[in-house]
């Protein structure tokens, strides 16, 4: 029995499959048809298998051959500047729960979705699992949050454990570009000068490959039910920029005001990570220095190699 992974060719799915590897674990990859591998085509010892989730007569054969004992469900649409209020989150809660259903149906032990901090009530700057209230303002937020719902009530006395862990703001090497991290690089990359907004919200960052030893290590636990994952390392927005041109040593700087401040932008958004600490055991995030550093090394490592970076 393997564990599966869906949109496991993806920014944050990639590193699951290879933290799992190395762990020993059998690892079933779902990519969607038509899509390049760029993150896990040298990867050995899995199976990957085309599969669009959406269609749901292919997902009802393949998960009774595959037999999944975990499975990492990651897959959602997430294009930068787009997926908060595109109606393809919609369809993504169809897909959602036609994967459960079968999952469950087949013996499966254990599901982890990721769920978002954007589920939150944002007036409250600091979310804590059993007492913030959940207020989405998104579609994205929301669709999230009406799938951890009916999951949560579909599954119960199924034998079929599950765990949503919500994620924050996460970073790193070959991220897609539109995103903020990504877009510094760019102008680092081309030693141009960076127009921003004066950055003074505070937000936790976490390293692409810590997010993926944490998701990990809740997938492995027996926490259920919703639960936060972060650094525990709230940095402003100027000050991960400051660092990220300091640490790349650029002739060029951020120009911190040239772009009006986002609308309807909280000052404060961080995880209060008492169940990721206390009920999983895990606490191992990067600083944001050693973050960026080990970032800008994974950069620098892929264009030694030629080859695409993990």
Known sequence: MSTLVTGADGFIGSRIVHNLVARGEEVTAFVRPGTPLR???NVSKIRIVRCDLADHEEVSRLIPEILPRRVVHLAWFTKPGLYWQSKKNISCIEDGIHLAGTL???GCERLLVTGTCA???WRFGVHDESVTPTWPHSLYGATKHALH???DNMLAGTGLSLVWPRLYFVYGHDEAPGRLVSNALSSIARGEDFPCTEGLQVRDYIEVEDLASALV????ASVCGSINVGSGHPVSVRHLVERLFAISKSPARPLFGALPAMQDQPPLLCPELGRLRNEVGWDNARSIDMGIEKMMADKAGKQSRG????
């Open 119 to 121: 589920e939150y009530d």
């Open 39 to 41: 993150r896990i085509s």
């Open 307 to 310: 080859a695409p970076g993990q």
């Open 149 to 151: 719902v009916v999951l």
């Open 104 to 106: 469950a149906s087949t």
């Open 217 to 220: 290590a809740v997938l492995y």
